[in-house]
């Protein structure tokens, strides 16, 4: 897939491009209140959203991110979910929906599923089995129309993952912006301490971009957690797993209208 086909496809645009657009917005708005005359910050906003080799690279440094953030976390955890959750120890699932999910999983993987005792007397063994489930579930359910569910909800873990690697990145550049955009103002109240001359600095565009700065920074550090991302991975693993007893009729249908 080429550059401008994975900018077209979904899930790059709302997993991987739009968490890196939006740590550049403050920096952005910071940027054209500053230095772009008032009356064509309109034209500037326009000729900056179509730079489109700017928003790929924006795209793949998002993603490293995220993937480096959940190298991290998979360790913190134990595992992906979509591993702990099959896990006869984990009680995400009742033991007899698990034991459901293992058949299916057994006949589609060719891997048969430990039991509970094989499980802790070998971890790491039952944990192999885990991962070579996941990994044919998510091999099995690419096709975005049939598993729309599975996707919507692997779209919303990888845009969740993708910001909070860059939580502290965003809060500190936001706040670096807000701290550029106050900094004529604040000069000159500290000279005169004539507060209403001070912000007489302030143009309108660049009160909005210290406003968007300020919010954003509050944003990053208050909103993009591990606790939250960890609920979007398990309910991404939840909407995986369960495909595992649709696999068969999706397939069945497909050779019963070939």
């Known amino acids: 897939m080429d550059s401008a086909a994975k900018l077209l496809d979904p899930y790059e645009r709302k997993a ?4 890196g657009l939006l740590l550049t917005l403050p920096a952005s ?8 005359d008032g009356q064509v910050w309109q034209k500037a906003i326009l000729a900056l959203c179509g730079t489109c080799g700017v928003p790929f690279l924006i ?3 998002t993603r490293d991110a995220g993937k480096k953030l959940e190298t991290k976390l998979v360790k913190k955890w134990g595992g992906l979910p979509s591993t702990i959750m099959l896990r006869h120890s984990d009680d995400y699932f009742d ?3 698990k034991k ?7 006949r589609g993987t060719g891997v048969t599923m430990p039991t509970a005792a094989e499980e802790a007397a070998d971890r790491e063994a039952a944990d192999a089995a885990y991962r070579a489930a996941g990994l044919w579930l998510r091999e099995k359910t690419k096709d975005r129309r049939k598993f729309n569910h599975v996707f919507r909800e692997n779209i919303a873990y990888g845009f969740r993952r993708n910001i909070t690697g860059l939580k502290y990145q965003g809060a500190l550049l936001a706040f670096a912006c807000a701290g550029l955009l106050i900094l004529r103002p604040a000069t000159l109240y500290f000279n005169t301490r004539n507060l209403e001359q001070a912000l007489h600095q302030l143009t309108s565009f660049q009160f909005v971009a210290l406003l968007t700065a300020l919010v954003f920074t509050l944003v990053w550090l208050t909103c993009f957690s591990e606790a939250s991302l960890r609920r979007t991975g398990e309910a991404y693993a939840d909407r995986l797993i369960r495909a595992s007893k649709e696999i068969r009729s999706v397939k069945k249908a497909s050779l019963e209208t070939a």
């Open 29 to 36: 708005l910071s940027v054209m209140a500053l230095w772009v």
């Open 16 to 19: 991987r491009l739009l968490p």
């Open 100 to 106: 459901q999910y293992h058949n299916a999983l057994s």
């Open 59 to 61: 795209a793949n440094i």
């Open 95 to 97: 033991s007899h929906t």
